[in-house]
Structures are given as structure tokens and as C-alpha cells.
């Protein structure tokens, strides 16, 4: 070329602008590349909810106890249950009708009744739509946590995290789709199944974070100089992208492994400044419940702060454990012997977090855009079992919530019998509370499938109806 050419202005501003453009329609094609897991896609249709965040309660938190206020239960005190006089459940023989263990008030404007157990959740029943009426098919805690979190009750399905993942993509290209905050105190009973991505590629499964313990391996160690680092990832990158275009084209597994690296050391420069809570202000801290001296009820707070911070930069789903494995209802809410003396401890540390949480989103204007759900795996029985002072395992009936983007604020859905003892009114499945939050996300469960094993596999098998009733 001639040198003289490079100075000609005309030629200078023609290359300049078909350089840019190149580059501009390079990003675009990487964003939409099948091939790339992060890109973020179309949803089926608009949707409300941008964002989710799951609340699960381990253990099985007592419906009768927190939100399904059954007077008759209360006038029933001591009596037995109308028709199960005999009734035996998952751990043997029950006792007579046992009214809740703490008051029941109207709250807010529309004057749910709720206990006083979790009083700062109940203060914000007028944001909140109640379904009472849930049921699930396994009455175990384990598989029960697999159905409301997978659809399904055996291991090695995808969660429904990594199915909003696998079905849109990132929003941040720089921390994960999906995030779950283990409980402080330990992981769930199904542990990671509850945020596996199953048969879907490995790139939509979950990543573990806590605000108490550091990401596994984001550090780059010691004795490795950044500018080496910097050089070693280069060369990687390259060796990938010759081993995938040239080697092994349209491979989903090499191209998933491919991204997770990537990302990985993306989140080497975002994670620390994201998990960063001390610098939330104090009116923030103390909202939540994190300046608390109840140590797992800061750390929990901790982590629903977390959550927040999460959803704001991009992260599209969230899940947070309240509540870890272990026997006996020590750390979770499987209150089988004492249960008033283990509520009292599990609420004072799930109640103002989780309340903070849902006044914090409001005030920021993301409610409008997130969808919180409020879960877990079964009800427990309006009765003690014999011989204890706490309540069997009850899959008949229990009560979740949802609150947030296209959902009616202030309203309860669906009814268990006059004792609580199983769903009558309106009743809901899993498949049911999963085809719901697919559509507030804009998808229909329907049409969101993966090929496996000879079936079209979906979140919700071949089941599942969107309850209409309580969206917006």
C-alpha cells in the first residue's frame, strides 16, 4: 500500500468506519452464537418478572403455625381430627387437633391473618399474594425438595434456576444467571441437587455463594503474578477457541466448560465488589436485620442483602436456603418433638431478613420487575404427634407466597379443610406453582423443552396449568 494513502483523509474515515462496524457485528454475533450458554435470549412472550428470587424454608415450615388461619382448628383444640381419629403419618400414630402455637392478627390494610411468629412478614401481606392450597407428592424431605425445586422427586432433573437459565440466558456477562445463597448454617437436605442443572448443559447449573464463606478458587494464588495470569488466560483462550472451532465444532460440552472459564475469570474482578456488604449503609444493615447480636439471624440477613445485590447487577435468579440439614429440626424447620422452642429460634432469624428484603426491593422500585417466591417442601399436620410436642410431615396442603412482578398484591388463592389438614379449594401442584412463574417470566412451560433420553423433557413433565387467578 502506499504510504501516501494513509494519510488521505476520506480513506482514513471510510476504513475507520467499516473497522467499527466489524467489530460492532462481531459482538452482535457472539451475543447471539448458539454456542455461547451466557448470551441472554428472547422469552416467549413479554413477561412481567426480570428477576427471581426464591426464598425456600428447609425442613417444612408449618402452614398452620404462620400464614392458614383455621378458627376451627383453634375451637377444635384437643379433640381429634373429624374422620382420622387413627391417623397415622410419615413418623407413626397422631394425637388431637393442636391449635397454633403463637396468635394469629390481621395485617395491613387488607387484614390477612398471620402469626405472630413472623409479625415483619405479616406486615407486608398487603404486598404479598398467598397460595394455601400447595401440595406435593413425597411427604420425605429430600425428594420433596426435588419436586418443588425440579419438578421432580428423583435426582437429576434440572432445577428450575438452571431452566430459566438454559432458557434466558445472562443479562451480566460478568457474574452468573443463577445464584444460590446456602443457609449460614449448612446446605439443604438435597443439597446441590436443588440448584443442578441436570441433563441440561453444565454451563446453567447454579453457583453456590454465602455472604460467611469465600467463592471456592476465584483467587488467583499467591505465588502467580497478575501480568502471568493475564498471559495464561490469553493463551487458554486461544488454545479453546482452536479446539472448538477447528476440532470439535458445535460441541455444547466444550463450549459450556469453555464459558464457565471464562466467566470464572470475569468473576475474579466483579465477585469482590458484589459481596462487598460493608458498604451498605447502616439504615440498610439495620433494616434487614444485619447489625443484629443473633449471629445466624445477621448472617442470614446477610445473605438476603446479597440477593439484592445480585439481582441489581444483572444476575437473573436467585435462590435462598433459610434452614439446613439436620436431624431433629435443630437448624431447619422439621419441628417433629419441640416445636415451639425451635419455631421461636428459626423465626426470629428468617422474619425481619426476609421482610428488609421485600421493603428494600419496594423502595429501590425492583419489586416491580422481581418476582419473590416464598417456598418450601410441605405443610405440617394440625396435630402433635402422639407422645411429642411437635408436628408430622403433611404433603396434603401447605401455604406458599409470591410476591412482586405480575402478581395481585394482597390476596390469598386456594384453601386447605377447616383444620389445615389437607387442600380442598382451588388446589395447586407443583407443576401448577411452576408453569405460574414461567409465565410471570414470559414463558410457557409448554413449549420449554430439552431432548433426553428419547423424551422431550419439560420443568413440569405433562402436567402443570398457569393459575390465572393471581396474576396482575
Known sequence: MNPETLLDRRRFLAGTAQGMS????????????????????????????????????????SHVDTFDYKPELIRRHGQPLPGNEKLVSFQGPNGNLTKPLWDFKPRGQSGKMTSDLLPHIGEMADDICFLHSLTNKSNTHGPAENVMNTGFAFDGFPSMG????????????????????????????????????????????GTPFSSTKPIKHLQRPADLSSQTDKATQNAVRFLDEQNLNSNFPGDEQLSARIASYQLAARMQLT???????????????????????????????????????????????????????????RINWDGHSKLKEQYDVHGEILDQPVAGLLKDLKQRGMLQETLVIFATEFGRMPMFQAGTFGRDHNPNGFTCWLAGAGVRPGTS????????????????????????????????????????????????????????????
Open 271 to 329: 465477585v469482590p465488589e458484589v459481596a462487598d456488604l460493608k458498604s451498605e449503609p447502616d439504615h440498610i444493615r439495620k433494616l434487614y436485620g444485619a447489625d443484629s447480636a443473633n449471629k445466624p439471624k445477621a448472617a442470614f440477613a446477610e445473605n438476603c442483602i446479597l440477593a439484592r445485590r445480585l439481582i441489581e447487577r444483572g444476575v437473573r435468579f436467585v435462590q435462598l436456603f433459610n434452614g439446613a440439614y439436620a436431624s431433629g429440626g
Open 413 to 472: 388463592y386456594g384453601a386447605t379443610d377447616e383444620f389445615g389438614y389437607k387442600a380442598q379449594e382451588n388446589v395447586v401442584s407443583p407443576h401448577d406453582f411452576h408453569a405460574t412463574i414461567m409465565h410471570l417470566l414470559g414463558l410457557n412451560h409448554e413449549e420449554l423443552t430439552f431432548y433426553h433420553n428419547g423424551i422431550e423433557r419439560r420443568l413440569t413433565d405433562v402436567h402443570g396449568k398457569v393459575i390465572h387467578d393471581i396474576l396482575a
Open 162 to 205: 438452571a431452566w430459566v437459565n438454559f432458557a434466558l440466558g445472562s443479562t451480566n456477562q460478568n457474574l452468573p444467571a443463577f445464584v444460590a445463597l446456602e443457609d449460614p448454617r449448612g446446605m439443604p437436605q438435597s443439597g446441590p441437587n436443588n440448584w443442578a442443572n441436570g441433563f441440561l448443559p453444565a454451563a446453567f447449573q
Open 22 to 61: 466489524s467489530i460492532a457485528l462481531a459482538s452482535m454475533l457472539q451475543a447471539e452464537n448458539a454456542q455461547n450458554p451466557n448470551a441472554p435470549r428472547a422469552a416467549h412472550f413479554p413477561g412481567k418478572a426480570k428477576n427471581v428470587i426464591v426464598v425456600f424454608c428447609s425442613g417444612a415450615l
